[in-house]
């Protein structure tokens, strides 16, 4: 079994910041391509960011300049800093990731359960 655990949603005014933190663990080989999307209410779920096993990072238009996702991959982890936040951003935010498990070997893509961010103007 594999998961992904979100940490470090919460509440903030308008032009604040918030770190997410989401940890993979179970028996994995190799994560690739690991990211982070999130879904407001009455709305469909979108990419935020996703960086690459060797860093290569891309990212929503609306969130350039302001977010930055990086990796560790020793610790099998991805972060998201988020400043200057908007209330546009209020979603909950799900981390994603492409993992090479064994038995059988094989990739999956799993989702965290996600963390609420909520911005208030």
């Known amino acids: 079994q594999v998961q992904l655990v979100e940490s470090g949603g919460g509440l903030v005014q308008a032009g604040g910041s918030l770190r997410l933190s989401c940890a993979a663990s179970g028996t994995i080989l190799r994560i690739d391509t690991m990211g982070w999307y999130r879904q407001a209410p009455g709305k469909q779920r979108e990419l935020v960011a996703t960086i690459t096993s060797g860093g290569t990072t891309n990212y929503a238009d609306s969130v350039k300049g302001r977010f930055t996702i990086s990796r560790d991959n020793a610790k099998n982890t991805v972060y998201l800093q988020m400043n200057s936040l908007k209330p546009e951003d209020t979603a909950v935010y799900h981390c994603?990731?492409?993992?090479?498990?064994?038995?059988?070997?094989?990739?999956?893509?799993?989702w965290g359960q996600g963390t609420l961010v909520t911005v208030s103007s």
């Open positions: 994603n990731a492409n993992v090479l498990v064994l038995s059988p070997i094989r990739w999956l893509e799993r």
